[in-house]
């Protein structure tokens, strides 16, 4: 039965918890948990916060299950939920221990910084990856994978066919996988993110 959900895409899983399939809501959780706390734990010292946190967050997903929309990237739900929580919870704090407005409006500010820097170094690791494969097949897997184009819409670009497009998608992914494993631990995530 595990399995079964294990194959299952984050939009079928919220469809399923949404029926309150546990076993779905387990998977989600096996999924995203690890990421998200690795995430908070950069905002505490204390590591039972950040549990806490996240712990508070997948309760509220479950328990506000039926409102969820499949089609919602999760992923991105999820962080910002994290990130919403993590706000509050220090503005919180700052009431306890007499953090001025500034210093809490700093670290926002920082933490939006480190996002942008996150953001432009992955965007330089993905160029970098995409140099590695041959003109056409580069082309064709910018349009799908950075710029978010249909098949259809690459087809109709190019002027070949969709079949064309998926052997050229299929060729490039087979090759930056190859490349992968004789890159940094940080260019294989980023290129694994860009062959999801």
């Keep these: 039965m595990a399995s079964a959900y294990a194959k299952q895409s984050d939009r079928q899983l919220i469809s399923s918890i949404q029926q309150g399939e546990l076993r779905a809501f387990d998977e989600l959780y096996g999924r995203y948990a690890r990421k998200v706390l690795a995430?908070?734990?950069?905002?505490?010292?204390?590591?039972?916060?950040?549990?806490?946190?996240?712990?508070?967050?997948?309760?509220?997903?479950?328990?506000?299950?039926?409102?969820?929309?499949?089609?919602?990237?999760?992923?991105?739900?999820?962080?910002?939920?994290?990130?919403?929580?993590?706000?509050?919870?220090?503005?919180?704090?700052?009431?306890?221990?007499?953090?001025?407005?500034?210093?809490?409006?700093?670290?926002?500010?920082?933490?939006?910084?480190?996002?942008?820097?996150?953001?432009?170094?992955?965007?330089?690791?993905?160029?970098?990856?995409?140099?590695?494969?041959?003109?056409?097949?580069?082309?064709?897997?910018?349009?799908s994978k950075l710029e978010g184009r249909s098949h259809q819409e690459i087809a109709d670009m190019l002027n070949i066919s969709i079949r064309t497009v998926e052997h050229h998608i299929y060729l490039a992914k087979k090759q930056l996988k190859t490349q992968l494993l004789e890159q940094s631990p940080y260019a294989l995530v980023v290129g694994l993110s860009l062959l999801a």
């Design 39 to 143: 995430y908070a734990k950069t905002f505490f010292w204390d590591k039972a916060e950040a549990e806490e946190v996240v712990q508070e967050v997948f309760v509220k997903v479950w328990e506000t299950r039926a409102k969820l929309d499949p089609e919602l990237n999760f992923s991105a739900f999820l962080y910002t939920c994290v990130k919403n929580k993590i706000y509050n919870k220090l503005k919180a704090q700052k009431k306890r221990v007499f953090v001025p407005d500034t210093e809490l409006e700093t670290l926002a500010d920082e933490a939006a910084e480190e996002e942008q820097g996150y953001r432009e170094s992955r965007r330089q690791v993905a160029f970098q990856l995409l140099g590695l494969l041959p003109p056409v097949q580069q082309n064709i897997f910018t349009l």
